[in-house]
């Protein structure tokens, strides 16, 4: 975060540091994860789970950002909102794959915000489809789909219905693998 000190140099010129330290961002942001609310900018939404913070200001959303993308070789991407989601209120955006080992990841994220911030892991709340929970690696793993074929099941299937309904053909829910592929052709179904 920038903060502004007495510039020993020049007392008239304030001495800028630029990224955060412990504790900068102490009421900056509110203690709930937002998971899957936006889609991804780095590739379809079923390999790639986007979270989100709200934060109280631009320069700490940047500095954020830079902290997620320098600090977490399993961040994808980090940005924040282009404009103000209300006044001086900014969106904080994580990418990470969709796996197995999503929910550690998240959790990693969140116990670390504890340098930052005021929350304990205990504090933070999962937003997740128009529902609220206490966080936890287990409710996340519960309610969020773990890998790219978990999403498709979950997503594709009711669109699926609607397609059916529509008379407009139906998209493959799974990718057949090749061994799948080579016995579909050998007893002619494909």
Do not use: C
Request: proline content about 5%; aromatic content about 8%.
């Amino acid at each position: 975060m920038h903060n502004n000190l007495s510039n020993p140099f020049n007392p008239a010129q304030p001495l800028l540091l630029e990224g955060l330290n412990y504790k900068d961002l102490d009421g900056m942001m509110k203690s709930t994860v937002h998971v899957d609310e936006f889609a991804s900018k780095m590739g379809d939404d079923d390999d790639i789970i986007v979270i989100s913070f709200f934060v109280r200001d631009l320069g700490a959303a940047k500095d954020l950002v830079a902290w997620f993308e320098k600090g977490y070789d399993f961040v994808l991407d980090a940005d924040r909102s282009p404009g103000e989601i209300k006044p001086n209120r900014y969106l904080v955006y994580v990418e990470i794959r969709r796996r197995s080992s999503a929910a550690h990841h998240v959790n990693t994220l969140l116990n670390d915000l504890n340098t930052l911030t005021e929350f304990s892991l205990d504090d933070w709340i999962m937003h997740y489809e128009g529902t609220s929970q206490p966080w936890s690696e287990q409710a996340f793993e519960t309610a969020v789909p773990m890998t790219p074929d978990a999403y498709r099941q979950t997503n594709q299937g009711d669109l699926n219905e609607m397609r059916v309904a529509a008379g407009l053909p139906v998209k493959l829910i799974h990718r057949p693998s090749a061994a799948v592929k080579a016995m579909q052709a050998m007893a002619g179904i494909i």
